[in-house]
């Protein structure tokens, strides 16, 4: 018999606030985290602006010399482990170490580190090359150091599936605990890649926005949309089978139902026209959830702002709920956020959990001009509140990845 999955700690380092409650009342708010690029000079950019991470110093939450040693994806995601697993209550002396897992994933890893130890390289030569490089770069190293963290000795992993990267390791380790692997799992995905090099190849991809309007950059769905915002931070969250959740007495804030995973198969970068993949993922996430599409109260879509995936995936989301996807309420909250690439998918599965749990849909903020081309229910610019029983969340990749999560919300005693 497969065991029920839920959540029961999140964590949050988001353009728009660390911490679940600052970032959920910011979410409410419709506040944009989108602005100019900070960390690094622009000058010779046609790309100004970004959703990074303001005011966060490592030191805060760590000794000095353990932030040295790890990457600024890496700190975000030890970061936000630390205040899910707070969040959630576990006394970690208490799990048994063998059925406690971690999997956090990254699109890009360490390039942070990269960029900067290869200009050293040239400028001062190898000898001054660090000897922290290798691993600070390597994008399995956040997960490894969540579990050195936490002695989680089970399962350890990094999904590594460009921006369906976190929704792919909620789902896998959704699957852990589902099959009765693991107890408990520390889960979800982490980036930093708002950097000189990073920026410079997105744009020469053509898929980065270059107006200079922070409310005209990230507008998914909207006519007038030009490409993606990158964004940068992690969502964490702590996944428990449930009868060891509800022996501990623990909050429980929804239930991971339904995860589906495919591959378009098709291009690098462009996702397939027909939304075979795209359609497949969310029918397979939906059958796994054991519901109708009908019984989705709300969709979270991938929505990046780009021509072509908010066309697809509308066009994915018409094949598979018909009639009632003109009713369903979408957004993509990535119109707050940006794009944080691996660490998207996470965050917008814990907005999932907080609309269920708070019965509040959020908006797709700055949107002005509709597009007849879609013509769905994106929430403009005000949310909704309304209780709905399960949400589903998309989270698309370069390389043709696709996956879905499903999530219900949580009724004692049910």
Same mark, same amino acid.
């Given at each position: 018999?497969?065991?029920?999955?839920?959540?029961?700690?999140?964590?949050? *380092?988001?353009?728009?606030? %660390?911490?679940?409650?600052?970032?959920?009342?910011?979410?409410?708010?419709?506040?944009?985290?989108?602005?100019?690029?900070?960390?690094?000079?622009?000058?010779?950019?046609?790309?100004? &602006?970004?959703?990074?991470?303001?005011?966060?110093?490592?030191?805060?939450?760590?000794?000095?010399?353990?932030?040295?040693?790890?990457?600024?994806?890496? @700190?975000?995601?030890? *970061?936000?482990?630390?205040?899910?697993?707070?969040?959630?209550? &576990?006394?970690?002396?208490?799990?048994?170490?063998?059925?406690?897992?971690?999997?956090?994933?990254?699109?890009?890893?360490?390039?942070?580190?990269?960029?900067?130890?290869?200009?050293?390289?040239?400028?001062?030569?190898?000898?001054?090359?660090?000897?922290?490089?290798?691993?600070?770069?390597?994008?399995?190293?956040?997960?490894?150091?969540?579990?050195?963290?936490?002695?989680?000795?089970?399962?350890?992993?990094?999904?590594?599936?460009?921006?369906?990267?976190?929704?792919?390791?909620?789902?896998?380790?959704?699957?852990?605990? @589902?099959?009765?692997?693991?107890?408990?799992?520390?889960?979800?995905?982490?980036?930093?890649?708002?950097?000189?090099?990073?920026?410079?190849?997105?744009?020469?991809?053509?898929?980065?926005?270059?107006?200079?309007?922070?409310?005209?950059?990230?507008?998914?769905?909207?006519?007038?949309?030009?490409?993606?915002?990158?964004?940068?931070?992690?969502?964490?969250?702590?996944?428990?089978?449930?009868? +060891?959740?509800?022996?501990?007495?623990?909050?429980?804030?929804?239930?991971?139902?339904?995860?589906?995973?495919?591959?378009?198969?098709?291009?690098?970068?462009?996702?397939?026209?027909?939304?075979?993949?795209?359609?497949?993922?969310?029918?397979?996430?939906?059958?796994?959830?054991?519901?109708?599409? @009908?019984?989705?109260?709300?969709?979270?879509? +991938?929505?990046?702002?780009?021509?072509?995936?908010?066309?697809?995936?509308? @066009?994915?989301?018409?094949?598979?709920?018909?009639?009632?996807?003109?009713?369903?309420?979408?957004?993509?909250?990535?119109?707050? %956020?940006? +794009?944080?690439?691996?660490?998207?998918?996470?965050?917008?599965?814990?907005?999932?959990?907080?609309?269920?749990?708070?019965?509040?849909?959020?908006?797709?903020?700055? +949107?002005? *001009?509709?597009?007849?081309? &879609?013509?769905?229910?994106?929430?403009?610019?005000?949310?909704?509140?309304?209780?709905?029983?399960?949400?589903?969340?998309?989270?698309?990749?370069?390389?043709?990845?696709?996956?879905?999560? *499903?999530?219900?919300?949580?009724?004692?005693?049910?």
């Amino acid at each position: 018999m497969k065991k029920r999955v839920v959540i029961t700690g999140m964590g949050v *380092v988001s353009p728009i606030g %660390t911490g679940l409650e600052t970032f959920w009342e910011n979410v409410k708010k419709g506040k944009c985290g989108i602005s100019p690029i900070e960390s690094f000079d622009t000058t010779d950019y046609s790309v100004k &602006l970004a959703g990074e991470v303001k005011d966060f110093n490592p030191v805060d939450y760590m000794e000095k010399k353990e932030a040295k040693r790890q990457d600024r994806y890496s @700190q975000f995601a030890v *970061v936000a482990s630390d205040l899910a697993v707070k969040d959630s209550g &576990l006394d970690i002396e208490n799990v048994d170490s063998n059925r406690f897992g971690v999997i956090v994933g990254s699109a890009v890893g360490g390039i942070h580190t990269i960029e900067k130890e290869h200009e050293k390289l040239l400028t001062k030569g190898p000898n001054r090359v660090s000897t922290f490089f290798i691993p600070m770069m390597l994008s399995n190293i956040a997960s490894g150091l969540v579990a050195i963290k936490y002695k989680a000795k089970a399962v350890n992993f990094s999904t590594v599936t460009a921006c369906a990267t976190g929704a792919n390791a909620i789902g896998e380790s959704f699957r852990k605990i @589902q099959n009765g692997e693991c107890d408990v799992m520390i889960t979800g995905g982490a980036e930093a890649a708002i950097t000189p090099c990073s920026i410079a190849g997105f744009t020469a991809l053509t898929t980065l926005s270059t107006t200079t309007d922070a409310n005209r950059a990230s507008i998914p769905f909207d006519k007038e949309r030009s490409g993606f915002v990158m964004g940068e931070g992690a969502g964490i969250l702590v996944l428990e089978d449930y009868d +060891h959740a509800v022996n501990r007495g623990a909050k429980i804030y929804a239930e991971v139902v339904g995860y589906g995973a495919t591959c378009d198969a098709y291009h690098m970068t462009s996702p397939d026209p027909n939304s075979e993949g795209a359609s497949k993922s969310m029918e397979n996430a939906i059958k796994d959830a054991d519901i109708e599409p @009908q019984d989705i109260g709300y969709i979270n879509a +991938h929505g990046t702002s780009t021509l072509y995936n908010d066309k697809f995936e509308t @066009q994915a989301i018409k094949k598979i709920f018909s009639d009632y996807a003109k009713e369903v309420p979408i957004s993509s909250t990535k119109s707050m %956020t940006g +794009h944080l690439l691996g660490a998207a998918g996470a965050v917008e599965a814990i907005v999932c959990a907080k609309a269920l749990e708070d019965s509040y849909i959020p908006a797709t903020i700055n +949107h002005k *001009v509709s597009d007849p081309d &879609l013509g769905l229910n994106f929430v403009p610019n005000v949310g909704i509140n309304k209780e709905i029983g399960y949400a589903l969340s998309n989270a698309f990749g370069f390389g043709g990845h696709n996956a879905t999560l *499903v999530i219900k919300r949580y009724i004692k005693n049910s």
